[in-house]
Nanobody, 113 residues
Framework: VHLVESGGGLVQPGGSLRLSCVGS????????MSWYRQAPGKAREWVAY????????EYADSVKGRFTISRDNAKNTVYLQMNSLQPEDTAVYYC???????WGQGTQVTVSS
């Protein structure tokens, strides 16, 4: 199992980023996929998940209305569109299969003016 996140970077408050996560080594379309994040000095927290077909999505209250999770099973990719970013969104963002332990290396998102 291999998960590779990308798309992070430095963005000003109010800005947007789209993260991508490509999965390999498993049948991507069979699995619920999740995004998590870990801010400096804090525990890793769940951000969102999406069902295997994309028909079910759920978000943490802290990102609801600002972030959108989606997936393209033909590309083995899950996305996280992040809008109206705030400094408190600064973290390393990770994707993983829900209920399974494998993590990617993460991608750093920094929101700062």
């Amino acid at each position: 199992v291999h998960l590779v996140e990308s798309g992070g970077g430095l963005v000003q408050p109010g800005g947007s980023l789209r993260l991508s996560c490509v999965g390999s080594g498993f049948t991507f379309s069979n699995f619920v996929m999740s995004w998590y994040r870990q801010a400096p000095g804090k525990a890793r927290e769940w951000v969102a998940y999406i069902g295997s077909t994309g028909g079910t999505v759920e978000y943490a209250d802290s990102v609801k209305g600002r972030f959108t999770i989606s997936r393209d099973n033909a590309k083995n990719t899950v996305y996280l569109q992040m809008n109206s970013l705030q400094p408190e969104d600064t973290a390393v963002y990770y994707c993983k299969r829900r209920y399974y332990p494998n993590w990617g290396q993460g991608t750093q998102v920094t929101v700062s003016s």
